[in-house]
C-alpha cells in the first residue's frame, strides 16, 4: 500500500510489484489542483506513473473516488475511510475559561501549499488587528513555514509557530484553545479534502470557525460557518 501517488512511493510500489505483492494506491489528496498552471501539470505528471503499477485504489472523499473510479473501473477503487483516532483526541473536561485578556485561537496543519494559512491569515488578520488581546497559534512544521512566518510578520506576537508537534500535543492545543479555525481557497484541490483538523476540534469539543468545501458537508451542522472575506469571518 502506497500513500500518495509520488515518485518515492510508486517506485517502492513498483519493487513491491516484481516480487509478487498485490499493489494499491491510496489517493488522499488532488495536490495538482493546489498549484495550478505548469506546476499543477508537473505535479500531475510525476503522479501518472503509478497507474503503471497499482493493481488498486483506495480514496476517502466521494469526489476524489468517482474520478478515480471513471478513470481506472470500478472495480478497481475502494473506499478507505477517514477517522479521528478518539484515544488521542479525546473530549476535554472542560472548556478554557473566557478571559478578555486571553483569547486563543488553534491552526493545526502540516504547513504546505495544501494548508491555506496564507488563506485564513487574510481571512482573520483584520479581526486579529482589531483584538490585541488574541493570539493565534499555529502549530506544525513543513516545507512552507518559512514563508508563512513571513506573511505572519506583521501580527508579531499575536500570531505563533509552535513547530512540529505531536499528534498528543495538538490534542492539548486544542483542548486549551478557545476556537480552532481553518479557511479554504477556491483552488481546485480543495473540492477534494476531508480536513481532519476540524473533525479532530470537534472531537475535543472546540469550537470550529470555517467555510465550507464538499468533504465537510456532514460536519457543517456543528461548525460555525464562515465566508471567507474579512468580514464575514
Not at 195 to 212: D, F, H, R
Amino acid at each position: 500500500l502506497a500513500v500518495k501517488p509520488y515518485p518515492d512511493a510508486w517506485l517502492g510500489l513498483a519493487l513491491a510489484r516484481l516480487r509478487g505483492a498485490r499493489t494499491v494506491m491510496d489517493v488522499d489528496d488532488d495536490d495538482g489542483g493546489y498549484r495550478g498552471g505548469a506546476l499543477g501539470f508537473l505535479t500531475r505528471a510525476l503522479q501518472a506513473p503509478a497507474a503503471l503499477f497499482a493493481q488498486a485504489y483506495s480514496s476517502h472523499h466521494p469526489l476524489l473516488r468517482a474520478r478515480l473510479a471513471a478513470r481506472h473501473g470500478e472495480k478497481r477503487v475502494f473506499t478507505l475511510e477517514q477517522g479521528v483516532d478518539l484515544s488521542v483526541f479525546q473530549p476535554r473536561v472542560e472548556a478554557p475559561a473566557m478571559d478578555a485578556q486571553v483569547l486563543r485561537l488553534a491552526f493545526t496543519a502540516h504547513l504546505n501549499i495544501a494548508c491555506q494559512l496564507d488563506v485564513l491569515l487574510d481571512a482573520v488578520g483584520p479581526w486579529l488587528r482589531a483584538h490585541p488581546q488574541a493570539t493565534l497559534q499555529i502549530a506544525g512544521g513543513g516545507p512552507a513555514k518559512a514563508r508563512f512566518q513571513q506573511l505572519a510578520a506583521p501580527w508579531g506576537t499575536q500570531v505563533q509557530f509552535l513547530g512540529p508537534c505531536r499528534p498528543e500535543e495538538a490534542a492539548a492545543l486544542l483542548a486549551q484553545s478557545h476556537v480552532s479555525l481553518s479557511a479554504y481557497g477556491p483552488s481546485e484541490g480543495n473540492r477534494y479534502r476531508v480536513p481532519m483538523k476540524v473533525a479532530e476540534s470537534l472531537a475535543v469539543g472546540t469550537p470550529v470557525v470555517s467555510n465550507l468545501v464538499p468533504g465537510l458537508a456532514p460536519l457543517a451542522p456543528f461548525i460555525y460557518q464562515a465566508t471567507l472575506d474579512p468580514v464575514g469571518f
